[in-house]
């Protein structure tokens, strides 16, 4: 009886380690056919991972465009409580009707009256220095509270609000008069650390965004209640865009920069719209009408484009594909929109192929493109060339510039530029600062005067010297 019961065993045993070399065998032949299939970690052609918002927030999460509510509130654009889609907070120039402000680093603030087309800086307290460098300067020009450049300046409803660079998370406010200035609110999450890495004011509230914390909105009227819209605490997710149009506020997540969610806030219904026919989005993104307007990879165009994002279609196209010329390198930025333009600007750089032997130059160029909402190219806003210095010969003085488009309004285009001249020494390769010469310049472009044939001409408003 023992015999045929351990017989019985062995024979099970037996059939059931053959049963399990045949699933292991099968498993791995399975393995090796599903590997072949993926693509390998770089491939353009791998599958992007999409997040979901239900991960990030307590708030319902709307996935169906079709199931989106529709907002009763008026869509047009507010000049007292809206957020101006032309003067973004970080570039430092905001809109107040008949004046346009715009902020320069270690200058101070400086006022573009629209009326006479002309700048100056902000103060008109007589006989004012306009000492704008010394931390709490008497000088109405002047916000520094502390020893750090200011990082972005909106205005909202009869008052001054701005923040300092370097994620600097007070937010200040400032009298219409300039005059009176103070330490409003604290832009830190829950935790209370974290940088600040954008925000803007909007229809009653501050939205603003913490690194390694969240999306959170405040009362402009009573800033200390926080309310969480979007958490990101976890390990690699950063929110890399805020923007808010009518009763949206927009924003995209990025996990280590391969998987992403994009989506709007509905500030009447307290939910989260997720788009889900989006490409994986760069940094820039804009909005306009309602359309979302991004930089993505195109595997059809074989380089970077612009897509636009119809979000109540759920219809996803490209807008806006560079040309690239085969002597040449080039990169473009989505910049900023307002109502008649979205503006691009493309980087081209080279050198011929006689550069290292000292016949030819390394050159750059900066091109500030405009096109209307249709995708129709406007025409040349600004070209600003570089050249390599070491072009020049020891003790040549020449001139730098550096010129940034801040923003704009329905009539014009503003820039913002440091002008100084420098002098080669006699390596030929150092440079160093003519005493005197810097100063700061406020120009701008008629929008009137932008044409397809030629650059539109630049108008000087105003140069301020350091």
Not at 206 to 223: A, C, H, Q, T, W
Not at 287 to 304: A, C, L, N, Q, R
Not at 356 to 363: D, K, P, V
Not at 374 to 396: F, K, Q
Request: charged share 25%; aromatic share 12%; hydrophobic share 35%.
């Amino acid at each position: 009886m023992k015999r045929r019961k351990l017989l019985f065993m062995i024979l099970c045993l037996i059939f059931s380690n053959m049963i399990l070399l045949t699933s292991c065998t099968e498993k791995e032949t399975e393995y090796e056919i599903e590997s072949e299939e993926v693509p390998k970690a770089g491939d353009k052609e791998q599958e992007i991972k999409f997040l979901s918002f239900h991960d990030f927030t307590e708030l319902e999460v709307i996935t169906d465009c079709a199931k989106f509510t529709p907002v009763t509130q008026d869509q047009s654009y507010c000049f007292e409580t809206d957020m101006n889609p032309g003067c973004i907070p970080e570039k430092r120039i905001t809109d107040a009707e008949n004046i346009v402000y715009m902020s320069q680093a270690e200058s101070g603030l400086f006022a573009f009256q629209k009326e006479s087309a002309s700048a100056d800086i902000a103060c008109n307290k007589p006989d004012c220095k306009h000492d704008v460098k010394t931390i709490g300067g008497e000088c109405q020009a002047n916000l520094r509270v502390l020893n750090a450049e200011i990082g972005g300046i909106q205005y909202y409803s009869g008052d001054f609000y701005y923040t300092l660079a370097d994620g600097a998370s007070i937010l200040y406010k400032m009298s219409s008069n300039h005059e009176i200035k103070s330490s409003y609110t604290m832009l830190l999450g829950k935790k209370g650390n974290g940088r600040c890495g954008g925000w803007l004011i909007h229809r009653g509230y501050i939205y603003f965004y913490v690194e390694k914390d969240g999306l959170y909105r405040m009362s402009v009227d009573n800033p200390l209640n926080k309310e969480l819209l979007i958490d990101t605490t976890k390990d690699g997710i950063s929110l890399k865009y805020l923007f808010a149009e009518g009763p949206y506020v927009y924003f995209a997540i990025l996990e280590n920069y391969a998987s992403f969610a994009a989506g709007r806030y509905n500030i009447e219904t307290n939910q989260i719209e997720q788009f889900t026919g989006m490409e994986r989005p760069d940094i820039n993104m804009l909005v306009h009408d309602g359309k979302i307007y991004y930089m993505g990879y195109s595997e059809e165009s074989g380089g970077e484009v612009i897509y636009q994002y119809d979000a109540a279609e759920e219809k996803n196209k490209i807008f806006f594909q560079r040309e690239d010329d085969k002597n040449l390198t080039t990169n473009f930025l989505l910049l900023h929109a307002d109502s008649d333009y979205i503006y691009v600007r493309k980087h081209v750089y080279g050198r011929t192929d006689d550069y290292y032997n000292g016949n030819q130059e390394l050159f750059e160029s900066d091109l500030y493109l405009a096109y209307t909402w249709d995708g129709a190219a406007v025409g040349e806003i600004l070209n600003t060339n570089r050249y390599h210095e070491n072009s020049h010969n020891p003790l040549d003085i020449f001139s730098k510039e550096e010129a940034e488009l801040v923003g704009s309004d329905s009539d014009r285009i503003y820039y913002l530029s440091k002008k100084w001249d420098v002098q080669v020494q006699e390596n030929g390769i150092l440079e160093k600062v003519v005493e005197g010469t810097e100063k700061n310049v406020i120009s701008y472009i008629n929008k009137s005067e932008i044409s397809a044939q030629a650059p539109a001409p630049v108008h000087t408003a105003g140069e301020i010297y350091d």
